[in-house]
């Protein structure tokens, strides 16, 4: 058996006559039937069981498109919000997760209060998007949870610091906890409470197969990664380190009549700001799917990332999406 599981940021689906954020921004019904109809093309191309969506606005639109496009079951766990003075103008956005297989179970990722706490974040937290977790029902009867999550983003000129596959941990939460305490970085801070509080609830179910399927708006060798997936971060020193893989690590395609000085194949980018890509979308997998577990129940057999659309524009369309589609076939 083949599952493939994609994840989809879709850049501002807000059917007409509603607008986003700000009156103006809104599309007419031609722009919306060109981006409609690219999103189903897209969707076709990607061939997937399972896909994660952020940035949705239109709940109900959405619904209706992806039931035309073979996706029986879909769920979101909470409704954008609509301005109080103008009903027509959203002012928040939301996930959600379209199956072909039955969607069992459907429920909002709570808050672990004490990440909140011992990140010391001010105020009264919520996560900028609620995460849903769903379980799936297989068609061999395997239960699948499945979690869909759209992290905080940063703010224009925010702090941010950058790390590569050589920094330890130790020396990420050193450099991170500085731009903490001078509050150089607080859309960071949600972020890590974000991503610990998803890390705790994947960690309670980690009996069951998990896929999490997300725009973590945070790059590669991230500390947020950390937060999401390494048990130390957490300061536990348990035997089993993480909780979840990288899924694009667990595949290697193949290289044919390779060069023999050609160069490690480059991750591709899934979005770009100022002309410079980044990797901000991912595909996640529990112990279940590792390719280092000898009691794996399914391995990565392909991981995809559709960027056409970015190499023709890579600030991306209005009428597409501003990031690249991320899937990640399993084989039972």
């Known amino acids: ?9 879709l850049f501002q689906f807000v059917e007409p ?3 986003w954020y700000t009156k103006k921004d809104k599309f007419n019904d031609r722009q919306w039937l060109e981006k409609t109809t690219w999103i189903k093309n897209q969707i076709l191309k990607m061939d997937c069981d399972i896909i994660g969506f952020q940035e949705v606005f239109s709940r109900d639109a959405l619904q209706s498109l992806v039931n035309d496009s073979g996706f029986q079951y ?3 766990v909470e409704l954008a919000k609509l301005s109080i003075n103008n009903p027509q103008k959203y002012v928040s956005t939301t996930v959600a997760i379209a199956s072909k297989y039955p969607i069992v179970n459907i429920q909002k990722v709570r808050v672990h209060t004490p990440s909140v706490r011992s990140h010391n974040f001010q105020g009264h937290f919520t996560f900028s998007r609620i995460s849903i977790k769903a379980t799936i029902s297989l068609p061999d009867k395997t239960e699948l949870l499945v ?5 905080k983003s940063n703010r224009l000129g925010e ?4 790390f590569t596959q050589h920094h330890t941990l ?5 450099v991170v906890s500085e731009a903490l305490e001078d509050n150089a970085s607080p859309a960071l801070r949600q972020r890590l409470c974000e991503a610990s509080s998803l890390f705790f609830d994947i960690r309670k179910s980690k009996s069951k197969p998990t896929v999490l399927l997300c725009d973590l708006n ?12 390494n048990n130390i971060y957490h300061g536990d020193e348990r035997k089993e380190k993480l909780v979840l893989h990288d899924a694009s690590y667990q595949y290697t395609p193949e290289v044919y009549n390779p060069h023999p000085e050609a160069k490690e194949v480059q ?17 996640f997998i529990s112990n279940h799917f590792d390719k280092n577990n000898k009691d794996s129940i399914a391995h990565v057999t392909n991981y995809t990332v559709l960027d056409e659309h970015l190499q023709e524009n890579k600030d991306g369309s209005l009428l597409q999406s501003d990031h690249a589609q991320v899937v990640c076939e399993l084989t039972f």
């Open 1 to 9: 058996m083949k599952i493939k599981l994609g994840t989809f940021n």
């Open 17 to 19: 006559p509603y607008s």
């Open 74 to 76: 879909f769920e979101t």
């Open 147 to 151: 979690y869909v999550c759209h992290l």
């Open 159 to 162: 702090h941010e610091d950058i």
């Open 170 to 174: 130790e020396h990420k939460k050193e």
């Open 218 to 229: 945070d790059k590669e060798f991230s500390i947020t990664i950390d937060a999401l997936s």
């Open 267 to 283: 991750r591709k980018s899934t979005s770009y700001f100022l002309g410079k890509g980044n990797v901000l979308d991912y595909i």
